[in-house]
């Protein structure tokens, strides 16, 4: 009896045990950081519908006079209009997509499943190039597709992704598919499949947490790529989101804030959209892939 | 084939043949010697730096070009002005730079130091670039180290000490006096402090300021760097003018270091636009987009430009100019001289352009938009100021390569340290000179 009293003040207070407090607490403190990383999202969103001369007064949320006329100009600004940057952005995007999930499971599918000579090497090399930083190879990239005549198209952006130039994505699916049993492969084999149906049939289906979070980054980068469509496009008529956005900028001018937070809420529009349809396969394919 | 053309022109150039025209089978573009002669005809390539707002009035002055020009085609890109040199550095390193291409003395010398732009000067001898209507001393902000012209100014910015009228009048002390010096400025600072509104300072901690101390050189006579590209200034003079600072900052009649951290960079959101120091060194066209902030505040505050102090060998005043250069890979040389003649010079392109990045060099195009009734208030003040500051003569300051990359970030840095604690006056003199040497000229 003395024992335990004399003990307990040493450790302080009895910690609670009540998971409905634990719980609390833990929520309280989670929406709070939530709070903290979301802020400066919501203050671009509440700055967007500011006049353009209050826009950078407050690191407050509310005004008296909310308009919707950064929008307006904002969507129509620049030498073109932002349906055109929209609309490109999305060309570019969805090849690019496509472009990745196409090459990079192929090769993905050689592999982890096909034996061919030099296989360990090739796959090193692969890797390597993940280590391979972006700018290295910029000036030789761009001598490249200057000569091939690719200025002012969307090819420089779009070819590589058809060719299984993104190591990551191949490494994270070359990581999934050794995870499914090779039982399957010799039952497909056994019916008469060949490696193209095996691919189809078996492989893809069951990869569709991989393809969705290559799919997910996919989009992501291309969608926010800026150097790449600065690079290889100049006429506004070719400019994406990102160039558009870039265009209300100018440290030597005058600079459209208030147009830019507008176009830029709508911007990250389509990424959380994304993001919100293809969380669940997302998740598993983080989960089922060792990427932690 | 494109390149064939090319080789044949350079070797045509090597023979010492300004030959009108070369055939070029492969493209639709003319080709020309250096002296600008030649047939106007074909793609031009153009590229500059600037928001929606500059490049719509650029793609007008183009338009009118290519009106005036049947049969020219401008192909334009632009991007804003750090992105703007990220990708031009990448054109240059690939010998693919637009034809006709932005600059400034600042950077010109990372890019002649490469041997990658023509000289101008055989194309305003042989008149295909006039410069009859610029005064001498602008033009020659477009020279390099070898004295011959690598750009053509078509406008001309200044620093300005921007001073908040409201607030000065508020403390009492009114604006500094005509001709002030660094003595009247700091004092008239120190004055204001004491009546300023708290949270409110005379001056952001501005010892890191690059034109600031340009400024303080050239009105005490002083060379900023000497001809091969070295610092120009003694140490002395640095820590000398660093002291000033320290004192003013210790005093608290500027701002914290790390206040001074949070600063935003772009006219309409700096701390003079919104209303948080009294004066500060800004560019002369900052003047209207920091002004439409302040006038935001409570009660409208009003922002105004002066000249930068003076000193005893007179003003303080820099001209920092902007213009476009022709690069050696371009092929269609007499086009692009007929732009850039076309862009600087002519009345109906001034107009176009309302002297978007600087005053308009050329005097003639100046004078028509000074005397346009319907010129804002606040952009007159911005030119007549031009006008009043090159009337002065203002010395060429030759930037020696790696000036941006290195002397800028390297000079504000080390005032940094001295205002955060780290260091003292005399050891961050010591670093500052240090690196300057091993990165600057060569």
Same mark, same amino acid.
């Given at each position: 009896?003395? $024992? ?16 409905? &407090?634990?719980?609390?607490?833990r ?17 671009? &969103?509440a ?73 360990? &090497? ?6 390597? $190039? ?9 000036v ?9 005549? /690719?200025?002012?198209t ?7 992704? /058809?060719?299984g ?30 490696? /193209? ?7 893809m ?12 980054? $996919? ?19 070719? /400019? $994406? ?18 147009s ?9 529009a ?6 919100? &349809? ?15 | 084939?494109?390149?064939? #053309? ?15 025209s *070369? ?9 020309g010697?250096?002296d #600008?002669?030649?047939? *106007?005809?074909g ?5 500059f ?21 049947? #049969? ?5 890109q ?7 040199f ?8 690939s ?27 055989p194309m ?17 902000? +477009? ?27 508020? !403390? ?12 009247? %400025?700091?004092?008239?600072?120190? @004055? ?13 901690? @501005?010892?890191?300021?690059p034109?600031?101390?340009?400024? %303080?050189?050239?009105?005490? +006579? ?6 091969d ?33 949070d ?6 959101? +700096? ?27 409570? #009660?409208?505050?009003?922002l ?11 003003? +303080? ?7 476009? !250069? ?13 732009f ?49 500051? *090159? ?11 790696? %000036? ?13 340290? *001295? ?24």
């Open positions: 009896m003395t $024992t335990v009293s004399i003990a307990r003040p040493l450790f302080g207070r009895r910690r609670t045990r009540n998971p409905m &407090v634990l719980g609390l607490v929520h309280v403190l989670l929406i709070a950081v939530l709070i903290v990383m979301l802020y400066p999202v919501v203050w671009m &969103v700055a967007s519908f500011r006049p353009s001369a209050e826009v950078m007064n407050s690191l407050g949320l509310f005004s008296k006079n909310y308009t919707l006329d950064n929008y307006k100009q904002g969507w129509s600004a620049g030498q073109l209009n932002f349906s055109r940057y929209f609309l490109n952005s999305i060309v570019i995007t969805t090849l690019s997509i496509a472009g990745n999930l196409f090459s990079c499971s192929l090769t993905a599918y050689a592999f982890a499943r096909l034996e061919f000579p030099f296989k360990r &090497v090739l796959f090193g090399l692969l890797l390597a $190039t993940m280590l391979l930083p972006y700018h290295v190879t910029l030789p990239q761009y001598i490249l597709f200057n000569e091939l005549a /690719w200025m002012n969307y090819l420089p952006l779009v070819v590589p992704k /058809w060719l130039v993104e190591a990551f994505f191949i490494f994270l699916m070359v990581q999934f598919i050794r995870t499914l049993p090779r039982e399957l492969d010799d039952a497909a084999r056994i019916d008469g499949c060949g490696h /193209w149906r095996t691919f189809i049939r078996i492989i289906p069951l990869a569709l947490p991989a393809l969705g979070t290559t799919a997910l980054f $996919t989009f992501i980068n291309s969608w926010n790529d800026f150097l790449g469509p600065l690079l290889y496009l100049n006429r506004p008529e070719l /400019w $994406t989101v990102s160039l558009g956005l870039n265009s209300f900028l100018d440290v030597t001018g005058e600079s459209a804030f208030g830019l937070f507008a176009m830029s809420t709508l911007a990250l389509p990424i959380v959209g994304f993001f919100l &349809v293809s969380q669940k396969l997302l998740i598993e394919g983080v989960a089922t892939t060792g990427l932690k | 084939m494109k390149r064939l #053309g090319t080789a044949a022109l350079a070797l045509l150039m090597v023979a010492g043949c300004s030959g009108t *070369v055939g070029d089978p492969g493209g639709d573009s003319a080709a010697g250096q #600008g002669k030649g047939e *106007v005809k793609g031009l390539q153009l590229t730096w600037g928001g929606a707002n500059r490049a719509a009035k650029t793609n007008a002055v183009a338009d009118l070009f290519v009106k005036a020009h049947p #049969g020219v085609t401008v192909d334009r632009n991007a804003d002005f750090g992105n703007y990220n990708k031009l550095n990448i054109q240059a390193s010998k693919t730079l637009p034809c006709v291409m932005q600059l400034q003395g600042r950077q010109l010398n990372d890019y002649t130091k490469r041997k990658v732009l023509l000289p101008l000067d305003i001898e042989s008149g295909a670039i006039k410069v009859d209507d610029i005064p001498k001393e602008v033009v020659d902000t +477009g020279r390099g180290p070898d004295g011959k012209l690598y750009f053509l100014p078509y406008g001309a910015a200044y620093d300005a000490v921007g001073v908040n009228a409201t607030l000065a009048e508020q !403390a009492g002390v009114g604006l500094p006096p005509e001709g002030y010096d660094w003595k009247q %400025y700091t004092d008239w600072m120190t @004055r204001a402090q004491a009546k300023l509104p708290a949270g409110t300072f005379a001056a952001g901690a @501005r010892g890191s300021t034109n600031y101390f340009i400024a %303080y050189n050239l009105a005490n +006579g002083k060379q900023l760097f000497t001809d590209g070295k610092l120009g200034f003694t140490k002395e003079t640095l820590i000398e003018y660093w002291e000033m600072w320290e004192k003013l900052r210790k005093a608290g009649v500027t701002m914290s270091a790390d206040s001074q951290a600063e935003p960079q772009s006219a309409e959101q +700096g701390f003079i636009a919104q209303g948080r120091i009294l004066t500060d060194s800004i560019p002369g066209n900052a003047l209207t987009p920091a002004s439409a902030t302040l006038a935001t505040k409570p #009660g409208g505050q009003k105004t430009t002066l000249p930068m102090p003076s000193g005893p060998e007179g003003s +303080g005043n820099a001209m920092f100019t902007s213009g476009f !250069a022709i690069p050696t890979n371009c092929d269609n040389v007499p086009t692009a001289a007929a850039i003649d076309f862009f600087t010079n002519d009345l109906e392109a001034g107009k176009v352009f309302k002297s978007d990045n600087g005053a308009a060099t050329n005097t003639k195009v100046l004078d028509a938009q000074l005397k346009d009734p319907a010129l804002a208030p606040l952009k007159k003040h911005e030119l007549e100021l031009y006008a009043q500051i *090159v009337a002065k003569k203002p010395p060429t300051i030759l930037y020696p390569p790696g %000036y941006q990359a290195t002397f800028e970030s390297a000079y504000s840095r080390a005032y940094e340290e *001295v205002a955060f604690g780290k260091k003292t006056v005399q050891q961050a003199a010591d670093a500052f000179f240090a690196e300057a040497d091993a990165g600057l000229g060569g």
